[in-house]
């Protein structure tokens, strides 16, 4: 299966986006994930996509860009325009880093009318709604929120 992780960590060159549009990162997602048959190697992917999130810096570790909802500790910052929103995201759990990596994948480095129109359909569509914890499944919600209330603070 081929690689869409760039190994770069140089959180000057976003990363995102890897697909020219939303629907087709989410339709990347389910590609991969349809090529593994279990559930304990889709998690491992999830793990490995974590580690390869862009670096993010310690001074940007404050209470003001930790995202409350989750169990894990999940720092977000979001910079850009209407045109173009980048977000940059970190975890101290590596399944919730996967699920960062995924959501940044899908919205990261889009426009914000693009963001904020658009659901997060690929969750349901890999199964991953039905396989998270509950208080994974509410960190996945609350960032999914935080980034649709960015977009839509500056979707026109």
């Known amino acids: 299966m081929p690689d869409p992780i760039d190994e770069s ?9 890897l697909e020219p549009t ?30 390869k999130l ?17 169990q894990s500790m999940v720092w977000i910052v979001a910079d850009g325009d209407a045109d173009r929103l ?22 990261s480095g889009r426009s914000a009318a693009e963001i904020a129109s658009t659901e997060a359909d690929y969750i349901a569509d890999i199964g991953l709604a039905k396989h998270l914890s509950p208080t994974r499944s509410n960190g996945l919600t609350a960032l ?13």
Do not use: M
């Open 9 to 17: 960590n140089d959180v000057t060159a976003p990363l995102f986006p």
């Open 86 to 107: 980048d977000f940059h995201a970190i975890s101290d759990s590596a399944i919730v880093s996967g699920l960062i990596y995924l959501a940044l994948r899908v919205y």
């Open 54 to 70: 862009p670096a993010f810096p310690e001074e940007w570790k404050t209470e003001a860009n930790r995202l409350h909802g989750c």
């Open 22 to 51: 939303i629907a087709d990162a989410q339709s990347a997602i389910r590609e991969e994930f349809a090529f593994f048959s279990d559930w304990a190697e889709r998690y491992q992917y999830l793990i490995d996509l974590g580690r």
């Open 144 to 156: 999914l929120g935080f980034i649709r209330d960015r977009a839509r603070a500056l979707a026109p």
